[in-house]
């Protein structure tokens, strides 16, 4: 098969691709992403720090009292908060200078409000148990891939980075970094959760790499992360696809947790990239993998769904 057969083939699945954010944007499940992600509290940098120095695996961290009354959840018996700073405001008696009309410095003591801070206590979400908060996609892509060692041997020949497993932050499967130039895989995923991720990180490796000189990267990425994480996560699934291993649900939810708004600014502007990267791989699966059957689908894989999974796409 030639490459414009190729990005026909891959055309149509971004146009699924497509569809199937829309969808999503549009249901009720994304509606209520929404509203539990609007309820985050905004942290500083240096609270940023302070929680992942105290709790490493943290994911969403609120106040004791918020826990019960905006989440509907309570903070499990026995529990150690996480320390954090509080702006705390107040108001003090100083002497201020005005320069009067007439260009005269006068003095004058008046109440001024200053900042100061005090510690607070917040708790993740690992240490709470109530409600479930809406959460988009499935948890993790479970199953078997037929001939999985070939194409995963195949995959790591078309990385044009090294690729190896090691530990990563917990809920991690994969990381590509830009410094070191090599790929990171999480040990212990299924097969099929495998495959995606590795597709996935081989997308940034090949579209987001920045110059390294002296140890150092030089230059910064032109797209926000939001557009480099569609553009990998797009990538993936549109190779999946051809391979037979349907991540939709898992990778709508994922695009669309990254994407800035229903008009999916970076999914659209990026499909030119997508595709040809992923024709690019899909040609160099099918050179190396030419024993693999078809028509039929060569893999099979199942999900594990969250209790509240992305609605399935409809054949429109």
């Known amino acids: 098969m030639d490459f414009q057969e190729h990005m026909e ?72 908060g996480i320390t954090i700073l509080a702006p705390c405001p107040y108001w003090t008696r100083e002497m201020v200078e005005e320069i009067g009309s007439d260009g005269q410095t006068t003095k004058e003591q008046k109440w001024v409000r200053k900042t100061g801070f005090k510690t607070a206590t917040v708790f993740d979400i690992s240490q709470t148990e109530g409600r479930e908060i809406p959460s988009l996609g ?46 990171t895989l999480s040990p212990g995923m299924s097969q099929a959760q495998t495959v995606k991720t590795l597709i996935h990180e081989i997308a940034h490796a090949k579209l987001h790499a920045l110059p390294v000189e002296g140890g150092i990267i030089v230059g910064a990425h032109e797209k926000g992360r939001p557009t480099r994480e569609v553009e990998a996560e797009s990538v993936a699934y549109t190779v999946c696809q051809y391979l037979g291993l349907d ?24 499909l030119d990239c997508i595709r040809s990267t992923a024709a690019e791989l899909i040609g160099g699966i099918e050179s190396q993998c030419l024993d693999r059957p078809s028509p039929e689908p060569a893999f099979k894989h199942q999900r594990r769904q969250t209790s509240k999974s992305v609605p399935k796409l409809q054949t429109r």
């Open 247 to 270: 991540t939709g649900d898992y990778s709508f939810g994922y695009i669309a947790g990254w994407s800035s708004g229903k008009e999916q600014r970076e999914l659209r502007a990026s």
């Open 9 to 80: 083939r891959v055309r149509k699945w971004t146009d699924k691709l497509e569809a199937g954010i829309t969808d999503l944007f549009q249901s009720d499940q994304y509606a209520a992403y929404l509203r539990a992600i609007s309820k985050l509290h905004q942290y500083s940098y240096g609270n940023i720090l302070l929680i992942k120095l105290q709790c490493p695996h943290f994911s969403m961290v609120a106040g004791y009292g918020d826990w019960k009354r905006k989440y509907g959840r309570h903070v499990k018996a026995g529990e150690t």
């Open 138 to 183: 499935v948890e993790a892509l479970t199953g078997t891939v037929e001939g999985y060692e070939k194409l995963l041997s195949t995959l790591k020949t078309l990385s044009p980075v090294p690729v190896a497993e090691g530990a990563l932050p917990r809920g991690v499967h994969g990381a590509y970094h830009h410094l070191e130039a090599r790929i």
